[in-house]
């Protein structure tokens, strides 16, 4: 028999209701799991709904035959049923085996005892279970755990890490996420075996580090354990003052990264590429690092033109990025301007900066690249200058004319300038 321990609200969405049923009025127990019912908890909604059932995987799959099934992993018991275009997890009670390599059990035994179930799994916020009438399972503590605001290894943190070294970087990730901290043994254990995660994808890694970095408590989370972050990446990353001033930074993957992996464009696409990031990523934080440092970047603090220069050169997105990465960096007693000058800059000025270049991008006549000019090529070719770069370069001159002023972006005083 479960050992219900309380009722909690559950803003269960109709599906998951009606697919707990079908398996109950089948006979099967039925529970939704995991980070839903922690997320629940917390009065925070989830975005996945698992389900872990006593069904074994063919009773499951007659209980939905009416429906779309997708076979995600029926080896070890879970297939994915399709309820109102939703894609629904549904897991069998299970016992793992040993983890040979680092992820996967060697073997799994089905079973129908739900406490098994939750036995193997990581943490014990992550161990609950729910009925549809909101019945509470929770035989490790899990509820107590979120209350104190821990993440606390089922069972013996060692095993679990060794099952899984992933699991190291997870506990980081959730207490980065929900501002926890990390139970006394389980941190000494993640301190104590890091280094196992270089065992682990490196894009498996990158999953979980770019849900650590967007975190609310990712700085005081990568500040304490830091050593821990480099072991497990096999690299180094930035030092504790820097980690720190992810506290005051926008939540921008590209930029967070800048900062983690900084100081310097090289190491942050070094970085980037070294755990198998996609390009884009490498490329938008690259770019905003190498702006961070480049002297020209003072351009924003000076006037217009100055500003529609930097957008003509950068675009709006890579130049308001690089300009908010500099105002972090400047909230750091080590980070001395040496891409800039000697003379600090505050973050809020680099903030007012970067305003008055989405002011710029607000006006209506606003012109700082070649597709907002009066003319174009045609309108170029057409006075009789020969098809070529010589058309391009014009149009660059042009441009230049109106940013600084001297002409405005009149199609008919543009042509007459270049006759």
Known sequence: MVPFRD?????????????????EDAGFEAFAVGGCVRDSI???????????????????????????????????GTCTVLMDGEPLEITTYRIDGNYSDGRHPDRVWFSRDLREDLARRDFTVNAMAVD???RLVDPFGGRADLAAQLIRAVGKPEDRFR??????????????????????????????????????SRERIFIELTKLLMGDSAA????????????????????????????????DLPLRCGIFFGPGAGRVRNGLKELKADNELIRAAEKAAELSEDPAIRGVLENDAARMRLLRDHGPEDLCRGIRLRGV??????????????????????????????????????CWNRSQLAVNGGDILRTGVPRGPEVGRILDGLLEDVISGRVPNDRERLLRRIR
């Open 163 to 200: 099952e899984d070294a992933l699991r190291i970087i997870r506990a980081l990730r959730f207490a980065a996420v929900l501002g926890f901290r990390i139970e006394e043994e389980t941190a000494d254990a993640v301190r104590s075996m890091a280094a196992l995660c270089r065992g682990t």
């Open 329 to 366: 960096l400047s909230e750091s007693q080590s980070e001395i301007d040496d891409y800039i000058d000697s003379n600090r800059v505050s973050a809020d000025d680099w903030e007012n900066g970067c305003r008055a270049v989405e002011r710029i991008l607000e006006r209506k006549d606003a």
């Open 132 to 134: 549809r009438q909101g």
């Open 220 to 251: 005081a989370v990568l500040t304490e354990y830091r050593g821990s972050m480099c072991s497990c990446l096999g690299m180094e990353i930035a030092e504790p003052e820097r980690l720190g001033l992810l506290r005051r930074a926008p939540r």
């Open 7 to 23: 009722h909690i609200a559950m803003n269960m969405p109709e599906y998951v209701r009606r697919a707990l049923a079908m398996l």
């Open 42 to 76: 917390l009065g925070r909604t989830p975005h996945d709904w698992d389900i872990c059932t006593a069904a074994l995987p063919e009773e499951t799959g007659a209980v939905f035959a009416d429906y779309r099934t997708i076979d995600t992993g029926m080896k070890h």
